[in-house]
């Protein structure tokens, strides 16, 4: 018996995501009419770079994971309010770096006494039984949270002054002035660790 | 030259490969399919959790205004009840002026009552002589 291809049945039905990258234009507007699909295909995009931004911000790999739910739920809730024709990825940074300032903050309150216990390893690192790798954590944590966010979204992840200053909500010459004493402060903390090599 | 205009305080290559290797992200691809899993999830529970009580901008702008202009009437009301209240006592005052009391007629004290101060030592020249 012959089957006969009928092409109307292969053809989707679903307009938006496929395996092949699609506008992101298109994902936003899709995801802001409640397209669920959509909406996950832009978090595998930003996920990545939104935990960069987050671990930036808090000292640990599981807060940097909250921060990054937390975050893609306000951007979620925020949609209908995004103007589609704006850059995504700086709207979404923004409020990652909101979200995790925020658990910085609730943290802050909550463990304050034992702070330098809370410095937990990066994620599964084996190098971290370094004493300088050991050191560097501590001297991390020792720094407020919006110079750690600088120095390290500078520094590590080559975000400019400008595009960090939007991110964290602050002018750029603050973010130059908090790398500069985030350099300072991590120089003068490990100062001894690096005289000794 | 203070502390912080050393040009020390360059990126120091060392301090960022330790600090990159501290603050890597996970390399692995299960570890991404896996908090994607759990940030949908996560929308989805906000989501499903916010909608009994969270309203609708539309709606929560209609309660607003609504709300606004319910208590624009109310408030013109209390205060056209209240000058009311105020005109409506002047008039009783002024209209019973004519039949006051009978206990403020001056008729009801015209007897002889006695001057407290007669009673009184001599104070003056006069109540001396």
């Known amino acids: 018996m012959n089957t006969v291809a009928l092409p109307w049945t292969v053809a989707s039905t679903r307009p938006v995501v496929s395996d092949r990258p699609a506008d992101e234009r298109a994902l936003i507007l899709a995801a802001q009419r409640g397209d669920e699909p959509a909406f996950g295909e832009l978090v595998r995009r930003h996920q990545r770079r939104a935990y960069v931004v987050a671990r930036a ?26 103007l589609p024709d704006q850059a995504f990825g700086a709207w979404l940074h923004r409020i990652v770096a909101n979200a995790a300032l925020d658990l910085t903050r609730r943290r802050k309150v909550r463990d304050a006494d034992d702070l ?8 599964r690192d084996p190098a971290v039984t370094d004493e300088l790798q050991r050191r560097l954590a501590a001297a991390l944590a020792s720094l407020p949270a919006r110079q750690r966010a600088v120095i390290t979204l500078h520094d590590v992840e080559g975000y400019k002054h ?36 | ?57 539309r709606i929560y702008r209609i309660g607003l ?31 019973s002026a004519d039949d006051a009391p009978v206990f403020a007629r001056r008729g009801l004290f015209d007897g002889e009552r006695p001057d407290p101060l007669r009673a009184g030592p001599a104070t003056t020249p006069e109540d001396r002589r």
């Not at chain 1, 911000?57 to 995004?82: G, P, S, T, Y």
């Not at chain 1, 330098?116 to 994620?123: M, Q």
């Not at chain 2, 109310?74 to 005052?93: D, F, K, N, Q, W």
Request: aromatic share 6%; no cysteine; hydrophobic share 45%.
């Open chain 1, 57 to 82: 911000i808090v000292l640990n790999h599981e807060d940097a994971e909250d921060a990054v739910q937390d975050a893609f739920l306000h951007a979620f809730r925020a949609l209908d309010r995004f």
């Open chain 1, 116 to 123: 330098p216990e809370t410095v937990a390893s990066p994620f």
């Open chain 1, 162 to 197: 400008a595009e960090i200053g939007g991110m964290l909500g602050i002018p750029e010459g603050t973010a130059r002035s908090d790398l500069h004493y985030a350099r300072a402060q991590l120089r003068d903390l490990l100062h001894d660790l690096r005289s000794d090599r």
């Open chain 2, 1 to 57: 030259m203070t502390d912080h205009d050393r040009p020390t305080l360059h990126r120091d290559d060392e301090l960022t490969t330790r600090l990159r290797a501290l603050v890597a992200p996970p390399t692995d691809p299960a570890y991404w399919a896996g908090l994607e899993t759990r940030i949908l999830a996560r929308v989805r529970q906000g989501r499903d959790g916010a909608a009994w009580w969270v309203l609708p901008e």
């Open chain 2, 65 to 95: 205004l609504a709300a606004g202009l319910t208590l624009i009437v109310a408030g013109s009301v209390y205060l056209r009840h209240r000058a009311l209240e105020t005109r409506m006592a002047y008039e009783t005052i002024l209209d």
